[in-house]
């Protein structure tokens, strides 16, 4: 009977043991699958959460400050219009008058190289090529390089014509985001391409093409005093102004220009 006793206590111990160890296994299963449920779960969760935050992304407001430096260098962008050019694809040569446009001539009447460098840095981060410098109403050069000084002074021999080139582009300001350290500028934009001489009127419009007349500057032909009030003119009729939205990167405190696209 001991034997026997002996016997079913090693067997009631090794189905004991037995039980015990499937059910530690089958625990640590138990577990195991509950983890990756709950690692899958928490994904998808996550995921859900992190595409309806972007959906309900709010575009971040560019703070004044930033907004009135922006609205100060696109004011001084004006050239690239009168170049009538695709900014990203500027060859050299209008790439300085470009920059030439925005940096002030020293005391001497001169553009020093040192100069407009600077002012390429601040707005495109790279530097000026020594090329010509060719008026845009004809094909000879409007300044000349001075190697023993590093500049471009006036080239003499240039003679006077008329002007025929884009006159003047009024920006009206529209909107502004930031994404990170991307901004974005929507302006509304007219154009004129006639000369005001004298007291005689001066016509704005809503494309390069002169396709429709937004504004007309008209004066008093005795006094040649203003009789339109451009801003009114052109905020009546700003409906019918295309969109350019400027592309910016901000690198260092400085806003460098990207891009710029017309919205059709």
Known sequence: MKKRVEQTEEGLLYKTKNRNERALINTLLTIAFVSVISVFV????MLYSGIQKEKNATPVI???EEGLSLNNIIDKLDMLDLLKKDYTNLSDEDFLVLVASMTKQSEEGVYK???LNKTANQYFNKDIKIVKFNCLDCPNELYIYDEATNSYRFNEN???HGVGYLKDVYNLYFSSKREGNTYYVTVLKAFSNSLQTGCGAQYYYDSLTESNKVATLEYNMETCELLTDLDNEINNNKGKLNKYTYTFEKENDKF?????????
């Open 256 to 264: 460098i220009l990207k891009s710029i696209e017309l919205e059709k």
């Open 62 to 64: 560019v703070s004044y």
């Open 42 to 45: 928490g994904g998808v969760v």
């Open 113 to 115: 190289v040192e100069d």
């Open 158 to 160: 240039h003679q006077g």
